[in-house]
């Protein structure tokens, strides 16, 4: 699905804008990074890509126009779009095999939404559900309650229901800040195979090193694109002056180190071919 923003801006009251005329062109099965400093406007941009805040600009998707649509529309759309939100957006009592599950649900009107509930998955679902968490590494938790699961398992169950939803849009918000680094490497994979398979992809990351694996990279500034193109061009100099900080304090896992390693272990083995598509 091709992504389309153009002289986007939201502004929250009186406040400063939280994105402030922002464009981008991204072609449909493309995958790229977007970073920037806390209350840079990413967490925004990702929400003008559901419709999910008033904003002012053209958010095209697929061709249509978010802001423009009617309601049954507007579902369509969100139906080609998979999330991965650092909230999750799971329900705690349902078992995890449910969660996952409901990815088939995306985009339905809250009637056939709620009749679909209450019938329940079929066997074709129950068993892609299965699978999908099979491909996540937790086969073992089909049944267990989502709300007595880990943090990181959480977002594995939300990775995992992208799978079963089959997107054209994958938008992914720190899917790796709650991992550790053998899983990181298995939630990248997931993601990347959604990619292959045609879908685009947009990562907002906090940790910079791994956002120069992928081809493009989008960093906000004050609601602003402050640079956009590929990762191996931009200076840690010029990285630093977007985050307004010294260049050694630049964030990489939060902590400063070098984004290859957590504690020793090497982070997600497929991330320095991240570059070739």
């Known amino acids: 699905m091709e992504v389309s923003l153009r002289d986007v801006s939201v502004r929250f009251g009186e406040s400063l804008p939280a994105l402030d005329g922002v464009s981008l062109e991204v072609a449909s099965g493309e995958?790229?990074?977007?970073?920037?400093?806390?209350?840079?406007?990413?967490?925004?941009?990702?929400?003008?890509?559901?419709?999910?805040?008033?904003?002012?600009?053209?958010?095209?998707?697929?061709?249509?126009?978010?802001?423009?649509?009617?309601?049954?529309?507007?579902?369509?759309?969100?139906?080609?779009?998979?999330?991965?939100?650092?909230?999750?957006?799971?329900?705690?009592?349902?078992?995890?095999?449910?969660?996952?599950?409901?990815?088939?649900?995306?985009?339905?009107?809250?009637?056939?939404s709620l009749a679909a509930f209450f019938r329940g998955p079929g066997a074709g679902i129950s068993r892609r559900a299965a699978e999908a968490l099979g491909r996540v590494g937790m086969p073992e938790k089909i049944l267990a309650r989502t709300g007595d699961l880990s943090g990181g398992q959480?977002?594995?169950?939300?990775?995992?229901?992208?799978?079963?939803?089959?997107?054209?849009?994958?938008?992914?918000?720190?899917?790796?800040?709650?991992?550790?680094?053998?899983?990181?490497?298995?939630?990248?994979?997931?993601?990347?195979?959604?990619?292959?398979?045609?879908?685009?992809?947009?990562?907002?990351?906090?940790?910079?090193?791994?956002?120069?694996?992928?081809?493009?990279l989008v960093a906000l500034k004050d609601g602003r694109v402050a640079y956009d193109g590929p990762p191996q061009v931009l200076t840690e100099s010029r990285l630093a002056g977007i985050y307004s900080t010294d260049p050694a304090r630049l964030p990489a896992n939060g902590d400063g180190k070098d984004a290859r390693t957590r504690s020793g272990t090497p982070l997600p083995g497929g991330l320095d071919g991240v570059a070739s598509h």
């Open 154 to 216: 959480q977002q594995r169950v939300a990775v995992a229901r992208l799978l079963v939803q089959r997107p054209d849009l994958v938008l992914a918000d720190e899917p790796f800040s709650a991992v550790d680094p053998v899983t990181s490497e298995k939630v990248f994979e997931t993601l990347l195979d959604l990619n292959r398979e045609g879908a685009t992809l947009i990562v907002n990351l906090h940790d910079v090193a791994l956002a120069r694996r992928f081809p493009r």
């Open 31 to 112: 995958r790229l990074a977007v970073v920037g400093s806390s209350g840079a406007g990413k967490s925004t941009l990702f929400r003008t890509l559901t419709r999910g805040v008033p904003a002012t600009g053209e958010v095209v998707l697929g061709g249509r126009d978010l802001y423009r649509l009617g309601s049954r529309e507007l579902r369509a759309v969100r139906r080609r779009v998979g999330t991965v939100r650092q909230g999750y957006d799971l329900v705690p009592q349902l078992p995890a095999g449910m969660n996952v599950a409901l990815g088939e649900l995306v985009g339905l009107g809250p009637l056939a």
